[in-house]
């Protein structure tokens, strides 16, 4: 009898991939984490207990087969582990790193709640996607035909290229417009290197490109080209823009030098490292070199905008937040980093106002929580008197985004929104009510994940491809 490769939790610990030391990552944008061994790819995934119902798998968007790549990692078979990955998830090597593994897989491993810690997930998924590319496995687009029909797709973000790939896939003819220079989204100018580094996904952008996606960069919809000329030149649109628009608060010295937004902060950083000339950047606005920086907000944007700031040399940082540490949505493991680095949390504070012109500090008040909010949250409550002032010389507005009022900038008052500014969708498929128009990722959902994005850009292809059945399709050469 062949010998049992699995269900060792019960004498292998969990071990993560090693981390490099903060005094290391500190100094820079590199990814903190090292690559497993494949002795220790192995040894991790032997751990998973192989559930007749795998919560690990049904917690995650796209449903990936995690039980079977996991088995064939621990029996070495990884190219069919790879295979298995990619039937599932368009980007398993991005998802491995920046996916919120102890809020989905991770935190509904059932040997977790046994008490012998959750099988490494994330790691093994970026180990594997990152060993096909080393030997060649990940192959180039080509379809066996090639058909008439084309579409278009606004946003070369996560949920643009997951539908790119899989209609590309499929002989259909995709064109990508975005207004940024490169593609890729917030994978490539809102999420750092040390969570994701850019050659990771400037290969994925040309792995499309190769396959016979067409990208028109530095074109935004509504100023280089109408709305309208986009849906009459394809079949079928998709809206994958995201959501970009900073949520702002009113406060006293809103507005004064030395307050920024967050996506401000990141893209300028994000640029300096593909070695782009950044006048932002350069005159010190947005580098917080010797700065006394205050991040206000407490998701994972906050959490890049504290990093980045340690990265670039930051005399002090900390973080307001209006809840408490075990309240903030942001992922505990960036929290842990973050501290780990140098960063200091002012937990249950908010922000009254700005001091100085340009900012020289932020006055704070102090807050407890209350009784649940709407959502069953406890709802922060000012405590009165305890007000103090947070000195500051750079200030980043964290606090989430909201989707830009499309049907006037694009000049379609058709397009159908909802009272938050997002796109009315159907369920699974992203039709909107405007023929052959659909809508995908956070432009649907709100600011959310960025593997809710893949799921949603496949679905939409799917149902896509569906509707150009039985139509035309001609053999590729």
């Known amino acids: 009898m062949a010998k049992q490769p699995m269900l060792k939790f019960v004498k292998v610990e969990r071990d993560m991939p090693e981390k490099r030391p903060p005094d ?92 012998h810690g959750t099988v490494t997930i994330g790691a093994v998924e970026k180990y594997i996607t990152d060993t096909a590319w080393d030997n060649g496995w990940v192959q ?92 009459a030149k394809h079949d079928a649109v998709i809206i994958a823009t995201g959501v970009y628009k900073s949520r702002e608060i009113q406060a006293p010295g809103i507005g004064v030098p030395g307050l920024e937004k967050a996506l401000d902060f990141l893209t300028a950083s994000n640029r300096k490292s593909f070695g782009d000339a950044v006048e932002e950047f350069d005159s010190g606005r947005l580098d917080a070199k010797g700065k006394r920086v205050v991040v206000i907000g407490g998701g994972d ?54 001091v100085g012109d340009p900012v020289t500090g932020v006055m704070v008040q102090k807050m407890r929580l209350g009784a649940p909010d709407a959502t069953g949250r406890q709802a922060p409550e000012v405590i009165e008197g305890a007000d103090y002032v947070e000195d500051a010389d750079l200030v980043i507005m964290a606090l989430g985004f909201e989707p830009e009022d499309l049907p006037t900038l694009w000049d379609e008052p058709e397009l159908p929104v909802t ?7 159907e369920y699974v498929t992203g039709a909107t009510d405007l023929d052959g128009v659909y809508a995908v990722g956070d432009i649907v959902r709100g600011a959310s994940l960025v593997v809710w994005a893949i799921k949603d850009g496949r679905d939409c292809a799917e149902a896509i491809l569906e509707k150009f059945a039985g139509k035309t399709a001609i053999a590729a050469e």
Request: aromatic content about 8%; glycine content about 10%; hydrophobic content about 30%.
């Open 419 to 425: 009272r938050w500014g997002t796109i009315k969708t």
């Open 24 to 115: 290391l990552r500190r100094t820079d944008f590199k990814e903190i984490y090292a690559e497993y061994a494949d002795a220790k790819a192995k040894e991790q995934s032997s751990r998973c207990s192989q559930c007749g119902v795998p919560y690990c798998q049904s917690h995650c968007p796209l449903h990936n087969n995690i039980p079977d790549w996991l088995r064939l990692t621990a029996e070495g078979r990884l190219q069919e582990a790879y295979e298995i990955s990619q039937m599932t998830n368009t980007f398993p090597e991005i998802c491995g790193r920046i996916c919120p593994q102890d809020r989905l897989c991770e935190g509904n491993c059932v040997i977790e709640s046994s008490g």
């Open 301 to 354: 944007t906050a959490m890049d905008c504290v990093r980045t700031s340690i990265r670039q040399g930051a005399e002090s940082v900390k973080c307001l937040y209006r809840r408490d540490r075990a309240n903030m949505p942001g992922s505990q493991r960036e929290v842990a980093n973050a501290e780990e680095e140098g960063v200091q949390f002012e937990w249950l504070t908010a922000p009254k106002g700005f």
């Open 140 to 231: 180039p687009i080509k379809p066996s035909v090639e058909r008439t029909e084309s579409v278009g797709i606004i946003g070369a973000g996560p949920g643009g290229l997951a539908a790119a790939d899989v209609l590309r896939r499929q002989g259909v003819q995709v064109t990508i417009y975005d207004s940024y220079d490169r593609a890729g989204g917030l994978l490539t100018y809102g999420i750092p290197g040390f969570k994701l580094e850019k050659d990771i996904v400037m290969r994925r952008n040309q792995q499309l490109e190769q396959g016979g996606v067409e990208f028109r960069l530095n074109c935004t919809v509504g100023k280089d080209i109408s709305f309208a000329d986009i849906r």
